[in-house]
């Protein structure tokens, strides 16, 4: 005897029930599915270049931004006219709790609303790291120039 005459009412349900799980799985993302976004602050008067980070690129950002240690003395990011620096963000969620995370020239500087903390980038590693997964994803010319300027 087929199993839809025996349990009609609950085959029914379970085939609604795991029907909608699948409708609802394609439509809501997973938790912490925000993509990280890595910005070049380079122009003036135009949109900056920036790209998507694959999600074990995200994780290694992660990773190296929690082993920077604190800075504590006078400084600040670049400014002017050039290459500044990269702000990193994943819209509409926060990274470590930061909503914005500059990196410009050995100094992190990550915000939180008007609050911020800074760490400091020995050997500009995590900007160096950051700004490597651009290959292929930027104009070639503006990567190569930038690239001079970080060595």
Known sequence: MPLLKVFPKITRSLFLLLSLLTLLGCVIPASGGGKMQVEVDVFSGRPNPEWTLAPQEANEFVRLFRALPRYS???????GLGYRGLRITKPGETI???????????????????QFNQFADRDRSLERWAFQTGKGRLDETLYQQISKQMN
Do not use: D, H, M, T
């Open 73 to 79: 003395g006078e400084a600040s990011v670049k400014e």
């Open 96 to 114: 470590e709790g930061y909503s914005e995370i500059e990196i410009s020239n050995g100094l992190v500087v990550a915000r939180q609303n008007s």
